[in-house]
């Protein structure tokens, strides 16, 4: 039984919105949960979007029993009378494994660390104080224990890039800065694997070049995967593997498969090779802007029903996006946090996996294989393709083995 997604990323809630469309009321399509047991140490970093999906992650991970709110949750702040918004979490996890979030919403760079940590609204920066009591498993506040084992580094990160918005120019993101947050994440937190996901759309988006713009981001992020060398006598502080979480596929499948059932003239073929960038215009119909500190929603996005009439400002809301923004972790919580385990799966399980990495022989062999297991991954859990039905059972343990 996996605990009920804490419904955080604060103060927004679904709850109360429309059900989702008949498509994507199917079976096997949205309406399952996932539990998660494992033994590695994880980090999630960036923006709040990526804090939402922590916690999708940790409700998976979670025992039922397990008090969210008071034993995970380290480090907060409060912004325009919004409520907390959540910096720095840590727990353990069933497995005896552990997860951590570092919040940031930048680009990790060299020049962003800094000596003491800020847990406030919109900072940049990283301190090295936060790492030093990540790598301790303990928060610097109280200094408990928050993870078993006593290895100073992480087994995994997840790495999202900050959205834009954050990002004031998408043509800023540059494969050197990419590269660098990489290399700095496995200098500092001892992670041998990286995955990154892609970049989605959001409110953010104000014309299509925003949107060509993260077309190609999403194409510089394979690019660096699929061309990383990393030999495992490196030892620590060097990221052997940097898997994609098609992130960015998955939630443009549902903002197009909305789309289309609320009235949108698009095209429902996902096959076929840059979909995503044909005939997008549609994505750039808002609401009217009301507030200069937040961009306008977009209607394909967020609504149940397409609203008719000029100088909208609202509509009912569906059950993907609370916000034209952040996602709604019950409903996408459960995919994501099975592609996060998938793609681990493809370096830790199984015969491939990563413990047989001695042997230069061996490396190249299980590069491929793992690259195979990412694609399928991707395939079953970053799509709309409804979960086998063999996989509903709360007696099923699934794995990835790459073959």
């Known amino acids: 039984m996996a605990v009920n997604p804490p419904g955080i990323y604060a103060p927004l809630s679904c709850e109360n919105n429309a059900d989702l469309t008949s ?14 047991s494992t033994d590695l140490n994880i980090i999630f970093i960036g923006d709040s979007i990526a804090s939402q999906l922590a916690q999708a992650f940790d409700s998976a991970a979670l025992e039922p029993h397990y008090d969210y709110g008071s034993n995970s949750i380290k480090g907060t702040f409060s912004y325009m009378n919004k409520g907390k918004h959540i910096c720095i979490t840590q727990s353990t996890i069933r497995g005896g494994g552990g997860t951590a979030y570092m919040r940031n919403n930048g680009i990790l760079s060299s020049k962003s660390m800094i000596p003491i940590h800020q847990c406030k609204h919109g900072s940049q920066a990283w301190g090295a104080d936060l790492v030093a009591s990540f ?26 890039i900050p959205a834009l918005g954050w990002i004031k120019d998408i043509r800023s993101v540059t494969e050197e800065k990419i590269m660098e947050a990489i290399n700095l994440v496995g200098k500092y937190f001892g992670v041998e694997t990286i995955i990154i996901s892609t970049l989605t759309f959001s409110n953010n988006v104000k014309t299509l070049n925003d949107w060509v713009g993260i077309q190609r981001v999403n194409k510089m992020i394979r690019g660096i995967a699929r061309n990383w060398e990393s030999s495992p006598k490196n030892g620590l502080g060097s990221v052997r593997w940097i898997l994609v979480q098609e992130f960015g596929n998955f939630t443009n499948q549902l903002i197009w498969t909305n789309a289309k059932h609320i009235g949108y003239d698009v095209d429902l073929n996902f096959s076929v090779n840059g979909w995503e960038g044909v005939n997008a215009d549609f994505l750039l119909d808002k609401f009217e802007q009301v507030s200069k500190f937040h961009y306008p929603k977009s ?50 399980n199984g015969e491939l996996g990563y413990g047989h990495l001695t042997e230069r022989e061996n490396f190249n062999i299980t590069n491929a294989s793992v690259f195979v297991c990412e694609d399928e991954c991707n395939q079953r859990f970053m799509s709309l393709v409804p979960v086998d039905n063999e996989w509903i059972d709360d007696s099923v343990t699934l794995y990835s083995r790459p073959t």
């Open 299 to 348: 209607k394909p996005m967020v609504c149940a029903k397409r609203p008719i009439g000029s100088n909208v400002q609202s509509c009912m809301y569906n059950k993907i996006s609370p916000d034209g923004m952040h996602w709604c972790t019950p409903t996408l919580g459960p995919r994501y946090s099975a592609s996060v385990a998938c793609l681990l799966g493809c370096v830790y």
């Open 135 to 160: 790598l301790d498993n303990h928060h610097p506040v109280d200094k408990l224990p928050r993870r078993e084992g006593s290895g100073r580094s992480f087994n995994a990160a997840i790495l999202k």
């Open 23 to 36: 498509t994507l009321a199917n079976e096997g399509v949205l309406d399952f949960k996932v539990s998660i």
